[in-house]
């Protein structure tokens, strides 16, 4: 899924002068890049991110509300949608900072638009509001405004960074 790869794991006493050219080291973990992709600091923000952050299943974390998103995807027609809910895994938050906001990301987020393949799923529940960001018939972010239930759960797992 991503285009790097943790190779092997190196005593603390060994410096990065034995890396070969397209090796980073991080702590005592030796990254291998993908040679078709350069190195980055967002494809190595991805790799920390994915080592270091919680990455929790959308259906553990928030499992009222992922019912509500399976239902909701179900009514409107998306059911290849629908099946991938209780997969989804909670990458990452907004960290946008509005108190109305329980927005978060369940692929990596792209340092730029979405790009082609994305559309929208404008959805209808109760409280709040709920649009997917669908792309490639994946889902790839879940904004969810003005639902306080799901924002204060999101708190306690992801908190906001300050600005």
């Known amino acids: 899924m991503f285009p790097l790869s943790i190779v092997r794991t190196l005593p603390a006493k060994l410096s990065s002068r034995n890396l070969k050219d397209n090796e980073v080291k991080q702590g005592e973990t030796t990254i291998r890049q993908h040679p078709w992709m350069p190195f980055s600091d967002y494809n190595l923000g991805v790799l920390m991110n994915q080592q270091t952050e919680k990455r929790l299943l959308l259906a553990d974390t928030l499992p009222s509300f992922a019912a ?96």
Do not use: M, W
């Open 68 to 163: 509500e998103l399976r239902q909701l995807l179900i009514e409107k027609g998306e059911h290849d949608l629908t099946a991938q809910v209780s997969g989804s895994k909670i990458l990452e938050r907004c960290q946008c900072g509005d108190d109305f906001c329980a927005t978060f990301c369940t692929q990596p987020k792209p340092e730029g638009s979405f790009g082609q393949g994305h559309r929208n799923v404008a959805l209808t529940p109760k409280e709040g509001t709920l649009i997917l960001d669908v792309v490639g018939e994946a889902i790839a972010c879940v904004e969810v405004l003005y639902r306080e239930d799901v924002r204060q759960k999101l708190d306690e797992v992801f908190p906001c960074r300050p600005k």
